[in-house]
């Protein structure tokens, strides 16, 4: 990043042109325990530094006042872009409308906050989970765009393919996106085995959304497998297996397909590693909960 903070007239060429963009993105990192801006200036380091990683990809909410000024902060000094996120939750109440003016008024307001955010989420799982309507959604994100034209922050939705398709596809939503953002979570399916057999789940899903997305950019956002189930993370199938050896086996395959994703319109697919730490989601996290790397990580960043 440069030492002082650039004219907005910068921002129509600050970022790489996202058809450049594929292979592995960085990590969604969890921020439900409102970390301090210390832990997020050491850990996004780490996740610049030490994995290649390109983004931060938020997930879950923190609501302290100001808490999105330390994200931009240590996203700064660390030389991140973060893909912001508005936060609906599980309880279909309507919390999410003052974390969504929250996070605009910080967009706005922090001179730096447009220079590392690259795009702006609502979600997670917001079709799935029946927190709106697609129709009310779709409102919502053009709604979005528009408070964001001047910054020129992009804004998508943080959506499973089932999302969509249980509501006959939503394409007015998917058409209002900037961007496609999916969430790839094979061991889910019916037909789970194991991650190396995965890659059909994940060319299901992936080809629907370019039969749907006219062309439009995709990323991965919430992508991965799970190393131990836990009451909320429960397989479909009988023969799906969660342990470290899969959870490892599925960004392994990520990474022997890499050519595949790379050709994939829209200038290719983006992935990101979900999550950064088990003690932000059980099962998921590269490092363990003691903070103790689970398995080697070294994706590729191209191919």
């Not at 921020?31 to 301090?36: E, I, K, P, R, Y």
């Not at 996070?103 to 001179?111: G, Q």
Request: hydrophobic share 40%; net charge negative; proline share 5%.
């Amino acid at each position: 990043m440069p030492h002082t903070i650039p004219a907005d007239s910068h921002l129509k060429s600050w970022w790489c042109d996202p058809s450049t963009e594929y292979a592995f993105m960085g990590f969604s990192y969890e921020v439900t325990a409102c970390q301090s801006r210390e832990q997020l200036k050491r850990e996004f380091v780490d996740i610049r530094y030490h994995f290649n990683s390109r983004y931060v990809r938020l997930y879950g909410a923190c609501d302290r006042e100001g808490f999105y000024d330390d994200i931009v902060e240590a996203a700064w000094d660390s030389g991140l872009g973060v893909h912001a996120l508005i936060w609906f939750g599980f309880n279909l109440d309507d919390i999410w409308i003052g974390r969504r003016d929250v996070l605009l008024a910080a967009l706005h307001s922090n001179p730096k906050a447009k220079f590392v955010t690259r795009v702006l989420q609502f979600g997670s799982e917001p079709l799935f989970d029946n927190v709106l309507p697609h129709e009310e959604l779709t409102a919502q994100v053009l709604a979005a765009k528009a408070n964001l034209s001047s910054l020129h922050i992009p804004v998508t939705v943080s959506e499973l393919a089932f999302g969509y398709q249980e509501r006959g596809g939503a394409q007015e939503l998917l058409d209002a996106l900037d961007s496609i953002n999916i969430h790839m979570l094979p061991f889910f399916s019916q037909n789970a085995s194991t991650a190396n057999h995965a890659w059909p789940l994940v060319l299901t899903d992936l080809q629907w959304f370019i039969d749907h997305g006219k062309g439009k950019k995709m990323y991965f956002d919430e992508n991965g497998w799970p190393s131990v189930t836990s009451p909320s993370v429960q397989p479909n199938s009988p023969f799906a297996v969660a342990d470290i050896k899969n959870e490892h086996d599925y960004y392994i395959l990520l990474d022997n397909h890499c050519s595949d994703l790379k050709h994939v319109v829209g200038g290719g697919v983006g992935w990101f590693a979900h999550i950064y730490n088990d003690n932000q989601e059980p099962g998921y996290g590269i490092y363990d909960a003691t903070g103790e790397l689970k398995f080697p990580f070294h994706p590729r960043i191209s191919c």
